[in-house]
């Protein structure tokens, strides 16, 4: 089993770059796909980008390429989300998530840990 716990969101005007951790403690952190997720109130929760358990591999949702980066520290356990650019689309409350897997997947039934979420608000 393992705990995620999110951090870095806020307030940011449009344009603007936020930078979101998510620290990882329990069984060894290089052993899950990594995965962000966001929601907003009334839809379903929506992939926004994941990397591969060594890193090398990552994966975007098309609304976010080019702007936002995922990452990964295995040594300090943690996982990021580097957001550039921001739009007030981007609003909502952003979720970590692991997957015991190989595979790097994009739905969210298949990730099986998740953090409690942290708001990012993007103001135009």
């Known amino acids: 089993q393992v705990q995620l716990v999110e951090s870095g969101g806020g307030l940011v005007q449009a344009g603007g770059s936020l930078r979101l951790s998510c620290a990882a403690s329990?069984?060894?952190?290089?052993?899950?796909?990594m995965g962000w997720f966001r929601q907003t109130p009334g839809k379903e929760r929506e992939f926004v980008a994941a990397?591969?358990?060594?890193?090398?591999?990552?994966h975007y949702a098309d609304s976010v390429k080019g702007r936002f980066t995922i990452s990964r520290d295995n040594a300090k356990t943690t996982v990021y989300l580097q957001m550039n650019s921001l739009k007030p689309e981007d609003t909502a409350v952003y979720y970590c998530?692991?997957?015991?897997?190989?595979?790097?997947?994009?739905?969210?039934?298949?990730?099986?840990?998740w953090g409690q979420g942290t708001q990012v608000t993007v103001s135009s």
């Open positions: 990397i591969s358990r060594s890193g090398l591999y990552t």
């Open positions: 998530a692991a997957d015991e897997t190989v595979v790097v997947r994009t739905l969210a039934y298949e990730y099986d840990y």
């Open positions: 329990g069984r060894t952190f290089s052993s899950y796909v």
